[in-house]
């Protein structure tokens, strides 16, 4: 591999493994071989940014979209050609910045891609034309932050938007947001306003991973949350990254080892590097 620090890792409908590096570039693992190829890494001082892999998509059509921290979008055919969209100070219409957290393709077809510091994006891809949703502290039904960490769609069709300072659902008809964050005097509210990552269970349950508020399980009809820390067994309370598997278990991984949690039970079963884990820390 090019780079020890891996920041995602994707599998495409074909079964490729790409695995994104911070430093690195865009690494592809052939499954037979056992070996990796780089199809990304940027020698010039030009394309030195693009080696900071954050986010991997495939959209509908089977093209990669690859997020870098600095080097803006990069979108990859199966040619292994690229297309680079970058931050155009000049150009209202371009992305919004060159670091992009977070890429997600609706049930429409539509591209948005969350930033850092540059809020979120929609893309039109037949024009080329980026529409930026920003954070605008005199509008309580703006974007709650322009730090952009997560994106998905529910089944009901809501989009959701994980940021450094709060959780946003949008309404796309009248382009606005409900903000939901943590407040003090209210136990069932958000846990912690940064939010890393949000999944949606087989059963339509909406769980948030923070950075220092552990596990959040959200009502949408109530929109209350239910929170799970430490305390309730989890082994660290920033949670990355959060996936279920075909038993109903959901896998969390956190600055302290991997979890696996029975929702049904409200219990915990954490491994670390004496189960196997090559280091506690993930990414």
Same mark, same amino acid.
């Given at each position: 591999?090019?780079?020890?620090?891996?920041?995602?890792?994707?599998?495409?409908?074909?079964?490729?493994l790409?695995?994104?590096?911070?430093?690195g570039?865009?690494n592809?693992? !052939?499954?037979?071989?056992k070996?990796?190829?780089?199809?990304?890494?940027g020698? *010039? *001082?030009?394309e030195?940014?693009?080696?900071?892999?954050v986010?991997?998509?495939?959209?509908?059509?089977?093209?990669?979209? +690859?997020?870098?921290?600095?080097?803006?979008?990069?979108?990859?055919? /199966?040619d292994?050609?690229?297309?680079?969209?970058?931050?155009?100070?000049?150009?209202?219409?371009?992305?919004?910045?060159?670091?992009v957290?977070?890429?997600?393709?609706?049930?429409?077809?539509?591209?948005?891609?969350?930033?850092?510091?540059?809020?979120?994006?929609?893309f039109?891809?037949?024009?080329? /034309?980026?529409?930026?949703?920003?954070?605008?502290?005199e509008?309580?039904e703006?974007l709650?932050?322009?730090n952009?960490?997560c +994106?998905i769609? !529910?089944?009901?069709?809501?989009?959701? +938007?994980?940021?450094?300072?709060?959780?946003? /659902?949008? !309404?796309?008809? /009248?382009?606005?947001?409900k903000?939901?964050?943590?407040?003090?005097?209210?136990?069932?509210?958000l846990s912690?306003?940064?939010?890393? *990552?949000i999944y $949606?269970?087989?059963?339509?349950?909406?769980?948030i991973?923070t950075?220092?508020?552990g596990?959040?399980?959200f009502?949408?009809?109530?929109?209350?949350?239910?929170?799970?820390?430490?305390?309730?067994?989890?082994?660290?309370?920033?949670?990355?990254?959060?996936? $279920? !598997?075909?038993?109903?278990?959901?896998?969390?991984?956190?600055?302290?080892?991997l *979890?696996?949690?029975?929702?049904?039970?409200?219990?915990?079963?954490?491994?670390?590097?004496?189960?196997?884990?090559?280091?506690?820390?993930?990414?």
């Open positions: 591999m090019s780079n020890n620090r891996v920041r995602v890792i994707f599998e495409d409908k074909k079964g490729n790409w695995i994104g590096t911070y430093g570039g865009l592809l693992f !052939d499954r037979k071989e070996k990796f190829r780089t199809v990304i890494y020698k *010039s *001082s030009k030195f940014r693009q080696n900071y892999i986010s991997i998509y495939e959209d509908r059509t089977g093209l990669l979209w +690859i997020g870098t921290y600095g080097g803006g979008v990069i979108k990859l055919n /199966r292994v050609k690229f297309l680079h969209y970058f931050s155009k100070p000049d150009n209202p219409n371009s992305l919004s910045s060159n670091l957290f977070s890429i997600y393709e609706d049930k429409e077809g539509i591209l948005w891609i969350g930033t850092y510091g540059g809020g979120l994006n929609k039109d891809r037949r024009k080329g /034309r980026f529409t930026h949703y920003l954070n605008n502290p509008d309580p703006s709650s932050n322009n952009v960490r +994106i769609e !529910d089944r009901e069709g809501n989009l959701w +938007i994980g940021t450094f300072n709060g959780l946003n /659902r949008f !309404d796309r008809k /009248r382009e606005k947001f903000v939901y964050k943590h407040d003090p005097e209210n136990p069932e509210s912690n306003n940064f939010v890393l *990552s $949606e269970d087989s059963s339509e349950t909406l769980w991973g950075y220092g508020g596990l959040n399980k009502d949408k009809e109530k929109e209350v949350f239910k929170h799970y820390t430490t305390l309730d067994g989890l082994p660290n309370n920033t949670v990355y990254g959060i996936l $279920e !598997d075909s038993q109903g278990n959901l896998w969390l991984s956190t600055n302290n080892g *979890s696996k949690f029975n929702p049904k039970k409200e219990t915990f079963r954490n491994y670390n590097v004496e189960d196997g884990l090559q280091e506690n820390e993930f990414n």
